[in-house]
C-alpha cells in the first residue's frame, strides 16, 4: 500500500516554544492529507483537513491559530503547534488518501510523540 | 458517516481464530466498511476493506452479511503480535476531501 511518511517520531519541547511536525506521502500524490489527535488510551480525533494550495480546515473546537497547517505541495503537509503548552502534550497523526485508488482507504503516518515541559 | 458500534475489548489466546463484530445499522448504500489495527504509539494501519459478502487478504477475513447491518472481522490464529485496537470505520468510497471518523475500537488482548 501507500506510503506516509511522518516527522519527527517524538520531540520535547519547552513551554512557549513552537513545534513542526511534517507529513509526507512518499509514493503518491495528496491533494488532502488529515491531522488526528490521539491522548492515551483514546481514538484519535480529528483535528483538521489539510488541503493542497488553500487553508485548512478545522474541526470545531481546534484553534487554527495555535495548529497552523500548511500544504504547499501534493506530497507535503506540515502541523506547526506554536506556543506549545504542557495540556498540548499529545500523539499527533497524520494520513492521507492515495486519490489514484478507487477506494477511501486512508493511509496514517507513524505519528509524533510531543511533550511538552 | 454512518456510526459504528463494537466491544470495547476482547481476550485471546495464541492460535484461536478471533472474530471482532462492529454494528452499523444505519449505513448507506455507497457506504464500505473498512478494518483497521493500530498498536501502541503508532499510526493506524489498513487492515481489509469490503462492501458486501466475504473479503479475504493475507491478514484477515471480512465477513458481511446482506443488510450490512453490521460485519464481522476474523482473525485466523492470532499471536501475541496481534494484541492492538481494532477500529471499524463506515462512510462512502471516495469520499475525497472527508476524514474518516474514528469510534472507540476494540482493544484485543493475545494471551500465551
Known amino acids: 500500500g501507500a506510503v506516509v511518511s511522518q516527522h519527527p517520531s517524538w520531540v520535547i519541547c519547552k513551554s512557549g516554544t513552537s513545534v513542526k511536525i511534517e507529513c509526507r506521502s512518499l509514493?503518491?500524490?495528496?491533494?488532502?492529507m488529515f491531522w488526528y489527535r490521539q491522548f492515551p488510551k483514546q481514538s484519535l480525533m480529528l483535528m483538521a483537513t489539510s488541503n493542497e494550495g488553500s487553508k485548512a480546515t478545522y474541526e470545531q473546537g481546534v484553534e487554527k491559530d495555535k495548529f497552523l497547517i500548511n500544504h504547499a505541495s501534493l506530497t507535503l503537509s506540515t502541523l506547526t503547534v506554536t506556543s506549545a503548552h504542557p495540556e498540548d502534550s499529545s500523539f499527533y497523526i497524520c494520513?492521507?488518501?492515495?486519490?489514484?485508488?478507487?477506494?477511501?482507504?486512508?493511509?496514517f503516518g507513524a505519528g509524533t510523540r510531543l511533550s511538552v515541559l | 458517516l454512518a456510526k459504528t458500534t463494537q466491544p470495547i475489548s476482547m481476550d485471546s489466546y495464541e492460535g484461536q481464530e478471533v472474530n471482532i463484530t462492529c454494528s452499523h445499522n444505519?449505513?448507506?448504500?455507497?457506504?464500505?466498511i473498512t478494518w483497521y489495527q493500530q498498536f501502541p504509539s503508532q499510526g493506524p494501519r489498513f487492515i481489509i476493506q469490503g462492501y458486501k459478502t466475504k473479503v479475504t487478504n493475507e491478514v484477515a477475513s471480512l465477513f458481511i452479511p446482506a443488510d450490512r447491518k453490521s460485519s464481522t472481522l476474523s482473525l485466523p490464529r492470532v499471536s501475541l503480535s496481534d494484541t492492538a485496537v481494532y477500529y471499524c470505520?463506515?462512510?462512502?468510497?471516495?469520499?475525497?476531501?472527508?476524514?474518516?471518523?474514528f469510534g472507540s475500537g476494540t482493544r484485543l488482548q493475545v494471551q500465551p
Open positions: 470505520l463506515v462512510g462512502p468510497m471516495d469520499t475525497g476531501r472527508r476524514a474518516l471518523t
Open positions: 509514493d503518491f500524490q495528496a491533494t488532502t
Open positions: 494520513s492521507a488518501r492515495d486519490g489514484g485508488l478507487a477506494k477511501n482507504i486512508q493511509y
Open positions: 444505519n449505513i448507506a448504500t455507497n457506504d464500505y
